[in-house]
């Protein structure tokens, strides 16, 4: 069973990957759709995005996590 901080540390690993993909990403799909943007501009939409990714990968992993000892919990009983 994962600690809290141990699933935040896993959250954040990952999506620090995914930040590097992500803004790389942003010079080529924005100008496939017509998105004109500057290195400081992708750099902002990353940003927001990342935030908005970590907070949501610890919660669902918390969730996931409450479930499992939930389960664990009511067999136990």
């Known amino acids: 069973m994962q600690t809290k901080k ?3 540390i896993e959250s954040l690993t ?8 992500s803004f ?6 924005f ?7 500057n290195a400081g501009t992708n750099l902002i939409i ?6 908005i990714s ?5 919660a669902l992993r918390r ?7 939930k389960r664990s919990n009511n067999l136990k009983n």
């Open 63 to 69: 969730w996931f996590n409450y479930k499992i000892i």
């Open 54 to 58: 970590v907070l949501r990968g610890y």
């Open 24 to 29: 790389a990403s942003t010079f080529l799909i």
């Open 31 to 37: 100008p496939l759709v017509g998105i004109s943007t």
């Open 14 to 21: 990952n999506t620090a990957i995914g930040f590097m993909v």
């Open 46 to 51: 990353t940003i927001y995005f990342t935030i």
């Open 6 to 8: 141990q699933s935040f």
